[in-house]
Nanobody, 119 residues
């Protein structure tokens, strides 16, 4: 499966952004999808994931601020980010795997999209 992320940008603290990831190739709806991020000088970390059936799971740092959703008819996964904070600044990556558990080490990655939150 191929993944193409978009929607990053520069926003002030407290603002919102929406990231989208378009999936193509082998039946994207068969995959669990997720979002990860990597801040400068830090390791890549998990942000949110959504199962084939729509079950979601979030990192504690983004819970209640971010919402992940998917549209299987359009083969897209979206990350709505609200109340953004400077510490959310990172390159965000979408990922796919055959199961939610497999998203711990995704096999498929999209290119990153930069999110910068100014204070």
């Amino acid at each position: 499966v191929q993944l193409q992320a978009s929607g990053g940008g520069l926003v002030q603290a407290g603002g919102s952004l929406r990231l989208s990831c378009a999936a193509s190739g082998r039946t994207p709806s068969d995959y669990a999808l997720g979002w990860f991020r990597q801040a400068p000088g830090k390791e890549r970390e998990f942000v949110a994931r959504i199962s084939r059936g729509g079950a979601t799971f979030y990192a504690d740092s983004v819970k209640d601020r971010f919402t992940v959703s998917r549209d299987n008819s359009r083969n897209t996964v979206t990350l709505e980010m609200n109340n953004l904070m400077p510490e959310d600044t990172a390159v965000y990556y979408c990922a796919a795997a055959t199961s939610m558990a497999a998203l711990n080490r995704p096999r498929y990655w999209g290119q990153g999209t930069q999110v910068t939150v100014s204070s």
